[in-house]
């Protein structure tokens, strides 16, 4: 019987994994009990990435519905998008200071010091790069936080009053593809 039930399971995921593979998406929220940023929806604007943008211009087969959707594919983060691969970057340098940002077409643009991989979900369920869950910085465009990855900089680029905060993973049962501005 044992055995049955375990071969049974085999052939289920050998099944599962010769399907087409569409990559498992998913949005962000930001988490940060007490802070004015909390459970803001992550979006993709303009090569970087944001929480609490009022609109991110997106274009999309079907309506956008102004979050940005995420996968994650060999330790590199892509947003979810038609034809062009647009591929997420950190930057831990001096200059860089735990930007991120997202090269659209060719992951080769992205900055001499960009970091193409190393993001994971943790066990709490929450987005983390090299392990470390990224900070927001208020009084970006549009009234935005701007989103960095932890880089040993409490205030990155000249911004003032960031904090800590987890990415909430929230699994997108229909993602929408979409060409985020650049
Ligand atoms: C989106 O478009 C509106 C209207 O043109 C503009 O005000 C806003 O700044 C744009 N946002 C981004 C992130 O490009």
Redesign the pocket.
């Known amino acids: 019987m044992k055995f049955t039930s375990v071969a049974a399971v085999a052939s289920l995921a050998a099944a599962a994994s010769a399907a087409p593979s569409t990559p498992e998406t998913f949005g962000l929220v930001a988490i940060r009990s007490g802070d004015a940023v909390q459970y803001s929806g992550f979006n993709a ?2 090569g970087s990435l944001f929480a609490g ?1 009022p ?3 997106a274009t999309c087969e079907g309506t956008d519905d102004g979050f940005a959707t995420f996968y994650i594919k060999d330790g590199g983060l892509y947003l979810y998008g038609t034809d062009e691969t647009q591929q997420f970057y950190v930057d831990r340098s001096g200059m860089g200071q735990g930007k991120i940002g997202y090269t659209t077409g060719d992951s080769s643009s992205a900055p001499r010091n960009g970091e193409l991989t190393g993001w994971s979900i943790d066990k709490n369920n929450h987005l983390v790069f090299d392990g470390s869950s990224p900070i927001a910085c208020p009084n970006s ?2 009234g935005a936080y701007s989103i960095w990855a932890s880089a040993g900089v409490a205030n990155p680029a000249g911004n003032s009053d960031c904090v800590g905060i987890a990415a909430r993973v929230e699994k997108s049962d229909s993602p929408v593809a979409c060409t985020y ?1 650049s």
Do not use: E, M, T, W
Request: no cysteine; aromatic share 0%; hydrophobic share 35%.
């Open positions: 604007a303009k943008l609109k991110q211009n465009i549009d501005s």
